[in-house]
């Protein structure tokens, strides 16, 4: 049957697999064989192997600090993550870094809604801005956000207005009137400057 002649030719292409490997391997021994009888190619030889050394211990460093950079950033986004949803909810990044969100009290069911998409967004560049701030004390971070209260409700607006002004030296919305009267509520003496577009028409617009 049809499951029977996949596993024969699945084993059929193993062993031809393998045979390549087999093949690559004495081609490579013999490349470097043919190598070292030439002066030049020797010292070809040397560099690459040094080269090879050099990227394997530069490898194991750099794996090591993604390893605890990625731990720190998990714990930055979580951190930020649970002023919106009270813990019952963790976020979890994947070797890409892609964020899953899980829900850590069966008693309540997972959110899919647009606020939370926003609040996973929030603490993620929250903590993005932590991790580049202690890896350089002396940049600077601005942040710009194009409407990012729209699908919040008051609380959680108050605390991303208590948030950014702790983590960026500059931010800079663009939002609408109404949310931008609860928002200047609760940014208060954080607002720096505020600017107002005003159209005009559909080819022209003021700023004020």
Do not use: H, W
């Not at 909810?89 to 892609?98: E, G």
């Not at 993005?128 to 701030?133: D, G």
């Amino acid at each position: 049957n049809n499951t029977v002649q996949l596993r024969n030719n699945k084993s059929a292409l193993e062993k031809r697999i393998g045979g390549f490997s087999v093949s690559i391997q004495s081609k490579e021994t013999e490349r470097d064989t043919l190598a070292k009888k030439s002066s030049q190619n020797a010292s070809i030889a040397l560099a690459k192997k040094y080269a090879e050394a050099l990227y394997d211990k530069f490898n194991v460093e750099y794996t090591a600090k993604e390893i605890k950079t990625k731990a720190n950033l998990q714990a930055y986004i979580n951190e930020n993550f649970k002023k919106f949803f009270n813990g019952s909810i963790t976020l979890q990044i994947d070797d890409n870094y892609a964020v899953k969100v899980s829900v850590n009290d069966k008693f309540n069911s997972l959110e899919t809604s647009t606020a939370q998409g926003i609040a996973v967004i929030f603490a993620f560049l929250a903590a993005i801005i932590r991790i580049a701030k202690e890896n350089s004390a002396n940049e600077t971070y601005p942040v710009v956000m194009d409407a990012p209260l729209s699908t919040l409700d008051n609380q959680r607006i108050k605390i991303v207005c208590d948030t950014l002004p702790q983590i960026a030296d500059q931010v800079i919305i663009f939002i609408k009137d109404t949310d931008g009267k609860v928002a200047e509520q609760y940014f208060g003496n954080a607002i720096g400057r505020r600017l107002t577009f005003d159209k005009i028409s559909d080819y022209l617009t003021e700023i004020k």
